[in-house]
């Protein structure tokens, strides 16, 4: 009798015992074969350990929803995992697309103007948002290193189909003797998918490079001979890499691009 029992196990036990041999994802796929087969492989008998095993602060949660199955956080997690390893889509712009434009005042005239494609820019060998434009520093004439002066960096989208302005401040030029940089900075606005409220992290960043300097008693002036701007995050104090930067700059200037 025990012999004919043992042969005849009920389905669901034979069930019980191939689970414990079967990875996630073909315990979900056998899930599926009939509801009986899903009763019995989605129960949390199966599903705690290997949720525990796989995402055990999400595991840890059922306390907070005793209703809530391990199989159901299991696919929760899973499906978070996934979305955080795939990738961002490929910006809806290039750097083929941009002109950057950049004005420098001082307080009684206009100083430098210039505007470049930003394909034709020197860009950071290390892929990131960040480029040099050079100036012909011959024309134009010495600044006051105390000079308050009024900084525009503006970015265009190919056709005047789109302009945003990256960074409009001032502030007054101040170098040490060993200094040849001036540094201007600006906190960037969240996209427009996003509250205004939401600190976006970034800030647009420009800095002056000199060419050549006198100093005399009262007398301290610098050319300028060099513009870099980028993107620079503030919570590693590192510039974005390109597509980041061109995927920030593609909310503002592609009226259709957010989601």
Known sequence: MSRVSSVNLPP???????????????????SCVSKSWFVSLSSDYHWQPICAAHYPRLANLKVTDPAVTYHRL?????TASKRRLKPPPTPC?????????VDIRTKDA???TVAKLANELYADPNGVFR???????ERFGLIELQEELKITWTVVLRGWEGVFTMMGCGGRLSLSPATTEGWFSQELP???CCSSEVAN???????????SRRESTGDQRAR??????????????????VDDGLRYLQHFLLPNSNP
Do not use: M, Q
């Not at 669901?12 to 056998?30: G, M, Q, R, S």
């Not at 992290?201 to 060419?211: N, S, T």
């Not at 300028?224 to 890499?241: A, T």
């Open 12 to 30: 669901w036990e034979v069930l019980n015992l191939v689970a414990h041999h079967l990875d996630p994802k073909t315990l979900a796929i056998a």
């Open 131 to 137: 480029f040099d434009i050079d100036v012909n520093h």
């Open 74 to 78: 299991f696919a929760v997690g899973h």
């Open 224 to 241: 300028i001979k060099k513009v870099s701007v980028g993107i620079l995050s503030i919570f590693n104090w590192r510039y974005v890499n």
């Open 190 to 192: 969240s996209p427009r």
């Open 93 to 101: 712009i290039s750097l083929d697309d941009l002109l950057f434009a």
């Open 201 to 211: 992290g970034i800030v647009a960043d420009l800095k002056l490079g000199f060419c």
């Open 110 to 112: 206009p100083y430098l």
